[in-house]
Nanobody, 115 residues
Framework: QVRLAESGGGLVQAGGSLRLSCAAS????????MGWYRQAPGKGRDLVAV???????NYADSVKGRFTITRGNDKNTVYLQMNSLKPEDTAVYYC?????????WGQGTQVTVSS
């Protein structure tokens, strides 16, 4: 099992920045990739960014150039630096880890961007 704990959400004005953190525990040796997804009210859960063990990254088109995903040196922590935030970035952000051919999820952290 992999357990994920997120932190760093909050309320910010448009144009501002936030940094999300997610710490993994448990059988972390099995993690292949970590990432962030988000779910806005009334919508599905969508990929924001993902980073693999080899350091390769993938971003949703809507966040390219504004968000940056990184992993800590121990590979058990993932960060999402969010700059130039827009009201449409408002959502619950979920940390994700891929291990044992399945997905593990954090509890989610709310990000609200006011206009």
């Amino acid at each position: 099992q992999v357990r994920l704990a997120e932190s760093g959400g909050g309320l910010v004005q448009a144009g501002g920045s936030l940094r999300l953190s997610c710490a993994a525990s448990g059988t972390t040796f099995a993690i292949n990739a970590m990432g962030w997804y988000r779910q806005a009210p009334g919508k599905g859960r969508d990929l924001v960014a993902v980073i693999s063990n080899d350091g390769s990254t993938n971003y949703a088109d809507s966040v390219k150039g504004r968000f940056t995903i990184t992993r800590g040196n121990d590979k058990n922590t993932v960060y999402l630096q969010m700059n130039s935030l827009k009201p449409e970035d408002t959502a619950v952000y979920y940390c994700n880890a891929r291990a044992f051919h399945r997905d593990f999820w954090g509890q989610g952290t709310q990000v609200t961007v006011s206009s």
